[in-house]
């Protein structure tokens, strides 16, 4: 059974930093891209960042330069390092799995394209 656990959410106040892990049991990463999606209050669910097999990554436009997800195969652990966080970014945030073998350049997963996914960590960012 799989199971994915986030953690590392919390409160800053904008300009800060956190980092966002996902502990995975029952899956390893070495497989298929995995990655992280936000949702806010009233929005819909959207892709922050994924990784593939390879390690090719992508990005949306709102956290390039401020965002780097990055997983320790070893550890079977993914991980989001926030930096310049802005009020904007407030979500809870969700670890995915289970998705696309390969990333195309031309296509951003959606969430229906992961199988797997954790309960969620909040992050909230205050100005």
């Known amino acids: 059974q799989v199971q994915l656990v986030e953690s590392g959410g919390g409160s800053v106040q904008s300009g800060g930093s956190l980092r966002l892990s996902c502990a995975a049991s029952?899956?390893?990463?070495?497989?298929?891209?995995t990655g992280w999606f936000r949702q806010a209050p009233g929005k819909e669910r959207e892709g922050v960042a994924v990784?593939?097999?390879?390690?090719?990554?992508r990005y949306t436009d709102s956290v390039k330069g401020r965002f780097t997800i990055s997983q320790d195969k070893a550890k079977n652990t993914l991980y989001l390092q926030m930096n310049s966080l802005k009020p904007e970014d407030t979500a809870m945030y969700y670890c995915?799995?289970?998705?696309?073998?390969?990333?195309?350049?031309?296509?951003?997963?959606?969430?229906?394209?992961?199988?797997?996914w954790g309960q969620g960590t909040q992050v909230t960012v205050s100005s």
């Open positions: 029952g899956y390893t990463y070495r497989e298929y891209s």
């Open positions: 990784i593939d097999r390879n390690g090719g990554t």
């Open positions: 995915a799995a289970g998705g696309p073998v390969y990333i195309s350049r031309a296509y951003f997963p959606a969430a229906n394209d992961f199988s797997y």
